[in-house]
Every structure is written in C-alpha cells, then in structure tokens.
C-alpha cells in the first residue's frame, strides 16, 4: 500500500532508491523530446499513448520530475488511480532530487533533499492531524491569498518556524501532483488522504480552482458546510463551473441547519 507521507519510512526511501547520477544532455534531450510530445497527446486525452511516451521517457532519463507527473497525469484520465498514486509519489521524491541537483550542482548532495522531503512529510502529518480533530461547522479554513492571515496558514508558519523547516520542499514540487494525488485518493474512496492532499495543493498555490471545487465537493460529504462553501466560492470566483445539483445541496444543508440552530 502506498504510503501518504511516512515520516518513519523517508530516511529509508531516500538511502536505498535509485543513486543520482550524471545527468546526460543527450539522454535529457530525449527525454523532454517524449515528454513534450506526450503533453501534446494528454490535452487530446489520448492518454494511452501519452502513457507510453511518458514511460520511455522516464526509462530514458529516470531523474526526469516531469515525467512522473506526466505519467501520473495519463493515469488519472484512465482513471487508474492506484496506479497514478505510485507515479505521483515518484514525482514528489525526484522534483526535490532535481531542484537540488539543478541548484546546488552537487549531485552528491542527498541530505538536503531529505531534509526537504522531511519537511513536506512533517508538514503534511500536521494538516492531516489538524483535518482530523476539526468539527462539523467549524470555522471555515485552508484558503491562503497574499497577506491573508488565516488561523491555518498561521499554524504552519508556526510548525516551519519552530521545526527550522523551510519552504523548498514545497516548492519545489508543483501544486498540480498533489491536486492530482488528491483526486486519486478521493476517487479510490480514501476521503481523508483527499482531503489532506487538496490542502497541501492549495497551500502551495491558494489559485488552484479546481482543487477548491474537489475540496469543496469531499468537505460536504463529510458535513464540514461552512468550508465547504468557503471553498466552492473560491472555485467560482476562479472560473470553475460548479455542478448544480452540487450547489443546490449544499445551500439545503446550510439552510437546514440555520433553520436547527435557530429553533
């Protein structure tokens, strides 16, 4: 079973996974060449031969980041969920393997890629715990915009500020594979792993409209209505066409409830 950001397991993963080596300009070439052409293929959904590309990319040039979320990518439009969670995971680890090699140029390096991975973990096992122990019509919470001071942005501030964690792990990594994971995980019925996933996305990236909407949809459907609402007016204000039948059930459940407090 795939794991979801194990703290226990990081050191291990990072220690016994394929060694970075040289990167090769030819070999990259080819790669980005397969890569380019799969995207292409993917805004098409022709994702069974997007798949492929992908996949000879990646046997081309296994560092390639880009690859994995390709992959990934053309996994979920086959709605083939699981197996685009292992793909997105490989994506995490080899983003922050490919910032450090690119900036640092010491390949050699691999403590400061785990420590970076280190820190998403943590930061992640703290979301998830705060998600968790929340209440049904708690305050809304998780949108972050510029100069926006949220009670949850103000908390992981926090958790980086005391832990020394810093921002690169995050940014490492494109807010589009945890939006992914987050679809994957909801879709193969692990709700709260969705969830959690959809959060890191829009920390990330508060503009994600899409994963407000996926966000918006799974907080309803464990009766979490004020977020929810929070979190589809986001979604519409980016442009996102919400499903009507989705908002009309919402604005009955928080009418009814209005309705409940007030008797």
Same mark, same amino acid.
């Given at each position: 079973? $795939?794991r979801?950001?194990?703290i226990?397991?990081?050191?291990?993963?990072i220690?016994f996974?394929?060694?970075?080596?040289?990167?090769?300009k030819?070999?990259l070439k080819?790669a980005?060449?397969?890569?380019g !052409?799969?995207e292409k293929?993917?805004?098409k959904?022709?994702y069974?031969?997007?798949?492929?590309l992908f996949r000879?990319a990646?046997?081309?040039?296994?560092?390639?980041?880009?690859?994995?979320?390709?992959?990934g990518?053309a996994?979920v439009?086959?709605?083939?969920?699981?197996?685009?969670?292992?793909?997105?995971?490989?994506?995490?680890q080899r983003?922050?393997?490919?910032?450090?090699?690119?900036?640092?140029?010491?390949?050699?390096? $691999?403590?400061?890629?785990e420590?970076q991975?280190?820190?998403?973990?943590?930061?992640?096992a703290?979301?998830?715990?705060?998600?968790?122990?929340?209440? $049904?019509?708690?305050?809304?919470a998780?949108?972050i915009?510029a100069?926006q001071?949220?009670?949850?942005?103000?908390?992981t501030e926090?958790?980086l500020?005391?832990?020394?964690?810093?921002?690169?792990?995050?940014?490492?990594?494109?807010?589009?594979?945890?939006?992914?994971e987050?679809?994957?995980?909801l879709r %193969?019925?692990? $709700?709260? !792993?969705?969830?959690?996933?959809?959060?890191v996305?829009?920390?990330?990236?508060?503009?994600?409209?899409?994963?407000?909407?996926?966000?918006?949809?799974?907080l309803?459907t464990?009766?979490?209505?004020?977020?929810? !609402?929070?979190?589809?007016?986001s979604a519409?204000?980016?442009?996102?066409?919400p499903?009507s039948?989705?908002?009309a059930?919402?604005?009955?459940?928080?009418?009814?409830?209005?309705? %409940?407090?007030? !008797?």
């Open positions: 079973m $795939r979801l950001f194990s226990g397991s990081v050191a291990l993963l220690a996974g394929p060694r970075v080596e040289a990167i090769g030819d070999r080819l980005r060449s397969q890569t !052409k799969a293929m993917v805004e959904s022709e069974v031969g997007a798949e492929r000879n990646i046997s081309i040039e296994p560092l390639l980041p880009t690859a994995y979320l390709g992959l990518k996994l439009g086959q709605q083939r969920y699981a197996e685009a969670l292992d793909a997105l995971e490989q994506a995490e983003y922050i393997e490919w910032e450090q090699a690119v900036q640092i140029g010491d390949l050699e390096k $691999r403590v400061v890629a420590r991975l280190q820190s998403v973990n943590d930061v992640r703290t979301i998830s715990g705060r998600s968790s122990a929340s209440s $049904r019509g708690s305050s809304p998780g949108q915009g100069g001071l949220t009670p949850e942005k103000l908390q926090q958790f500020f005391r832990n020394h964690h810093q921002m690169e792990g995050f940014q490492a990594i494109p807010a589009q594979v945890f939006y992914l987050g679809i994957s995980y %193969t019925n692990r $709700r709260a !792993k969705g969830i959690e996933a959809l959060r996305c829009l920390l990330t990236n508060h503009r994600h409209h899409l994963a407000h909407y996926n966000l918006a949809v799974a309803f464990q009766g979490e209505f004020d977020e929810a !609402k929070t979190h589809l007016d519409i204000k980016g442009g996102v066409e499903h039948n989705f908002v059930d919402l604005e009955l459940a928080l009418g009814s409830r209005q309705i %409940t407090d007030g !008797k």
